[in-house]
C-alpha cells in the first residue's frame, strides 16, 4: 500500500444522515482543501466554508489538522457536510478528480500505525471500541486504546533492557572464564517481572469472558424449553419452537447485554441419542458446546423423561422448565422458571449477572482478552523461568530475557506484525 498518496473515505455511519464526516489524510490534505473549501483554515480550529470546486456543492465544517499532530500522523483533514448520499458522492468524486484516492478499510488506521501513532494492541483497542457493544466492553477497549497495555508493555521491555545491561556489565568486567553467577538481587528482580506477566496472563480469561461475552449453553433433553427459554431471554422470536421433540439442531447463538456484560447464549439440540443423522450431528454440536461453555443451564422439564447430566468442567444450574403447569419439588440452588408465566425469568436474569461479575470481577477494566496476548505472555514467562535456570550461565540467561523481550516486542507490533495487521485491518471499516 502507498503511503505517499492522499486517502478519502466518508468515515461517519449510512447515507443519508444529519451529518456526515469526509475524511482526508496525506501529502496533498493541504492542497484539497485549497480547493475545494479556499483557505485552508488554522490547524485545529473548525471553519464554515462553502465546500465545491467549479461549483458549490454544499456548506459544511472543515477543520485541518497538521502533520505529525493528527490521528494518522500526516496531514489530515475532516469535513462535516450534510449527510446526503448525492452530496456526498458529489464531493468525494471532486476529491478523487483532484488527485485523492478512496481508502481501503482500515487504511487511516494502518497509516497511524505505520507512523508510529499507535502501536499494535492500540490498534486492537480501537477496532475493539468501534464494535463495543456492552458497557464493559466499551470500557475496556477504551483502556486497551488509550495505551494502558501499551504502558505496561514499555514499562517490562525497559526492566528487561536493565537486566540485560546489568549482565552484559558483569561479563565485560569479568576475565575470560571467570564470570560468576549473577547476584541475588538480579534473580530477585527477573521474579518480580515474571509475577507481574503472570498476574497478567491470569486476566486474560476475565478479558475473552468481557470480549467475546460469558457463553452460556441451554442444554437439557428435547422439549425442556431450550429454544423457548432462549426466546424469552432475548426478547425476541428467533428459535423455532414446537411441540416436537428434536426441533432444534443447530446451535443457535444469541448475543445479549445483561447489566452491561455481553452473554452469549447458545440453544442446542435436545440430547438423546436418534436415528436421524442431522439430529445426531446437532447432538454432537451439542456436546462440544456444553464442554466450551463458560456455564450450562441444565433444563429439566415435568413432561419430559431426565437424562443425565453430561461430563463437562463448566458450571452447572439447573433450572426447572414450564413451572406453570406443576409446582416443582425443586432443590434449594435450583431456578423454577415458565416461559408462559414469565415465572423466575427475573431470577434467572439476576443469576446470570452475578455469575458474569463474579467471573469477571469489578474495577479496573482488563487490558488483555485476546490469544495473541495469551501467547505473548506465556512465551515471556516460560523464558524468564529460562532466566531464572541459568543463574549460573550469564549468557544463557541473557540469552531468555531477549527471548522474553521479542515475545512482548511482537505483541505491540514492533516485530513481525505483518499477518496480525492484514487480517485485523480487513475487519475494520471503510473511513477508520
Ligand atoms: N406450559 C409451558 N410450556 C412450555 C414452556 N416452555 C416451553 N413449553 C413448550 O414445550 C414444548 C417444547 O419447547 P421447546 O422450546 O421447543 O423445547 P426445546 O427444549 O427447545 O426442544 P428441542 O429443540 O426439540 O430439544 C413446546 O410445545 C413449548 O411451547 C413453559 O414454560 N410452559
Ligand atoms: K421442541
Ligand atoms: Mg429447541
Known amino acids: 500500500?502507498?503511503?505517499?498518496?492522499?486517502?478519502?473515505?466518508?468515515?461517519?455511519?449510512?447515507?443519508?444522515?444529519?451529518?456526515?464526516?469526509?475524511?482526508?489524510?496525506?501529502?496533498?490534505?493541504?492542497?484539497?482543501?485549497?480547493?475545494?473549501?479556499?483557505?485552508?483554515?488554522?490547524?485545529?480550529q473548525m471553519a464554515l466554508r462553502s465546500i465545491g470546486a467549479r461549483t458549490i456543492l454544499d456548506r459544511g465544517l472543515v477543520v485541518f489538522f497538521q502533520a505529525p499532530h493528527s490521528f494518522t500522523g500526516e496531514d489530515c483533514a475532516e469535513l462535516q457536510v450534510h449527510g446526503s448520499p448525492a452530496g456526498v458522492r458529489a464531493i468525494l468524486r471532486t476529491l478523487t478528480e483532484l488527485g485523492a484516492r478512496l481508502a481501503e478499510a482500515g487504511e487511516f488506521t494502518q497509516r497511524a500505525f505505520e507512523n508510529g501513532k499507535l502501536d499494535l494492541v492500540a490498534v486492537e483497542g480501537l477496532g475493539d471500541l468501534l464494535s463495543a457493544e456492552t458497557e464493559s466492553q466499551r470500557r475496556q477497549a477504551l483502556a486497551r486504546f488509550e495505551g494502558g497495555l501499551s504502558d505496561k508493555i514499555e514499562r517490562w521491555l525497559d526492566q528487561?533492557?536493565?537486566?540485560?545491561?546489568?549482565?552484559?556489565?558483569?561479563?565485560?568486567?569479568?576475565?575470560?572464564?571467570d564470570v560468576g553467577a549473577l547476584p541475588d538481587d538480579f534473580a530477585e528482580k527477573v521474579r518480580a517481572l515474571q509475577m507481574e506477566l503472570m498476574s497478567s496472563l491470569d486476566n486474560v480469561e476475565r478479558g475473552r469472558v468481557v470480549r467475546e461475552g460469558l457463553r452460556v449453553a441451554l442444554a437439557g433433553p428435547p422439549n425442556a424449553g431450550k429454544s423457548s427459554l432462549l426466546n424469552a431471554l432475548a426478547n425476541s422470536d428467533i428459535a423455532i419452537v414446537t411441540q416436537e421433540a428434536g426441533t432444534t439442531r443447530d446451535v443457535r447463538e444469541v448475543a445479549i447485554d445483561i447489566d452491561g456484560q455481553l452473554v452469549v447464549l447458545l440453544d442446542l439440540a435436545g440430547l438423546r441419542s436418534s436415528d436421524s443423522l442431522a439430529e445426531t450431528e446437532g447432538v454432537r454440536r451439542a456436546h462440544a458446546e456444553i464442554l466450551r461453555a463458560d456455564l450450562v443451564l441444565w433444563l429439566v422439564a415435568p413432561d419430559c423423561p431426565p437424562e443425565a447430566i453430561p461430563e463437562t468442567d463448566a458450571p452447572i444450574l439447573r433450572l426447572a422448565t414450564k413451572s406453570d403447569l406443576v409446582v416443582h419439588d425443586r432443590r434449594e440452588e435450583d431456578i423454577s422458571v415458565s416461559v408462559i408465566s414469565s415465572i423466575g425469568l427475573v431470577e434467572l436474569r439476576e443469576r446470570l449477572s452475578k455469575f458474569?461479575?463474579?467471573?469477571?470481577?469489578?474495577?479496573?477494566?482488563?487490558?488483555?482478552?485476546?490469544?495473541?496476548?495469551?501467547?505473548?505472555?506465556?512465551?515471556?514467562?516460560?523464558?524468564?523461568?529460562?532466566?531464572?535456570?541459568?543463574?549460573?550461565s550469564p549468557e544463557l540467561a541473557a540469552e531468555s530475557l531477549r527471548i522474553c523481550s521479542q515475545a512482548l516486542e511482537r505483541l505491540v507490533g514492533k516485530i513481525d506484525s505483518e499477518r496480525v495487521l492484514d487480517r485485523l485491518f480487513s475487519s475494520f471499516c471503510i473511513g477508520k
Do not use: H, K, W, Y
Open 1 to 44: 500500500m502507498l503511503i505517499d498518496d492522499t486517502i478519502v473515505a466518508l468515515s461517519s455511519g449510512a447515507l443519508p444522515s444529519g451529518v456526515a464526516v469526509i475524511r482526508l489524510s496525506g501529502p496533498l490534505t493541504r492542497f484539497l482543501v485549497e480547493q475545494l473549501c479556499g483557505e485552508v483554515p488554522t490547524p485545529r
Open 160 to 177: 528487561l533492557l536493565d537486566l540485560r545491561a546489568e549482565i552484559e556489565a558483569q561479563l565485560d568486567f569479568s576475565d575470560e572464564g
Open 356 to 392: 458474569a461479575q463474579t467471573l469477571v470481577g469489578v474495577g479496573e477494566p482488563v487490558l488483555v482478552s485476546r490469544e495473541r496476548d495469551r501467547l505473548a505472555l506465556r512465551q515471556g514467562c516460560e523464558a524468564l523461568t529460562g532466566t531464572l535456570d541459568s543463574l549460573n
